[in-house]
């Protein structure tokens, strides 16, 4: 079955550290893919996405990009602030299936 | 965007009782709605999908009379955790795709917290 690997946290930087939280997964066919992202006290936020191979998402300094090749989506940003803790969570979806979500990535960034 | 709301936002109960959660979309119809089930410090687990005017789909491993599932309505999604006792707290969560767009994006309510004392 479809399943998705990400890195174990919590990941602890300063503030204007460049991040990368990795991502790898498992599917039959051609998934979609996501980076969502879990505020404190919040609900889940879809940050990014792409939809096939070698696209790259990106959203509020936020990158990530389809590797097919690799079978990896990687998230990146090259300057944290402290706003940007939470917990982030890679995920497919393959067809109009359910979300298969990784385990998440608690990041906490320090001033 | 699109807007998920869910309530109640947080509930405690006695043991052996029922709680209702309701799911709505806000500005969208939803043919299909989604329950997770988020236990502390760990991922979104999947229990079942809920298909408007049709059963719900239910997980390998989640009872489907104890966590009974409505969809009545394209906007509207009921979870009812029956008889719950104190290892179903956790963070219940719906999501929903718009009928109406491209199937890709699922939006997420703010989740439910169950406290069973």
Redesign the interface.
Known sequence: GDSVTQMEGPVTLSEEAFLTINCTYTATGYPSLFWYVQYPGEGLQLLLKATKADDKGSNKGFEATYRKETTSFHLEKGSVQVSDSAVYFCALRAGRRALTFGSGTRLQVQP | GAVVSQHPSRVICKSGTSVKIECRSLDFQAT?M?WYRQFP????M?MA?SNEGSKATYEQGVEKDKFLINHASLTLSTLTVTSAHPEDSSFY?C?A?DSGGA?????????TRLLVL
Do not use: H
């Not at chain 2, 410090?41 to 979104?44: D, E, P």
């Open positions: 299909t989604f410090k760990q991922s979104l999947l999908t969560i999501s795709t199937q890709e994006t699922q939006y997420f309510g703010p989740g």
